[in-house]
């Protein structure tokens, strides 16, 4: 079994940046692609960005790129989502996942078998 822990949400001003991390503990051998996802009540849960297991592939959704940016250590088990120039509308809980080592990227959630619990992010404006 696989332990995601995220941290590093808040509050934050128009135009500020966060960075949030997810913690990877337990069979962390058994994790392949990584992905941050995020969700507002009353909403589905949003594909944010996701990288595969070397992170020599990443992928954002339209809303997110150029602003945001996903990174893994996989020496240290830690996922890192670096969110810039942020925006009223990136206001959410954001959740980190992963799947099996076998297994690519991919934006859908009910693709991956392990989540954090998730991190609030309030973007004031």
């Known amino acids: 079994q696989v332990q995601l822990v995220e941290s590093g949400g808040g509050l934050v001003q128009a135009g500020g940046s966060l960075r949030l991390s997810c913690a990877a503990s337990?069979?962390?051998?058994?994790?392949?692609?990584m992905a941050w996802f995020r969700q507002v009540p009353g909403k589905e849960r949003e594909f944010v960005a996701s990288?595969?297991?070397?992170?020599?592939?990443?992928s954002y959704a339209d809303s997110v790129k150029g602003r945001f940016s996903i990174s893994r250590d996989n020496v240290k088990h830690t996922l890192d989502l670096q969110m810039n120039w942020l925006k009223s509308e990136d206001t959410a809980v954001y959740y980190c996942?992963?799947?099996?080592?076998?297994?690519?990227?991919?934006?859908?959630?009910?693709?991956?078998?392990?989540w954090g619990r998730g991190t609030q992010v309030t973007v004031s404006s």
């Open positions: 996942s992963g799947r099996s080592r076998e297994l690519t990227e991919t934006p859908t959630p009910g693709a991956y078998a392990f």
């Open positions: 337990g069979h962390t051998l058994v994790l392949g692609a």
């Open positions: 990288i595969n297991w070397s992170g020599s592939s990443t």
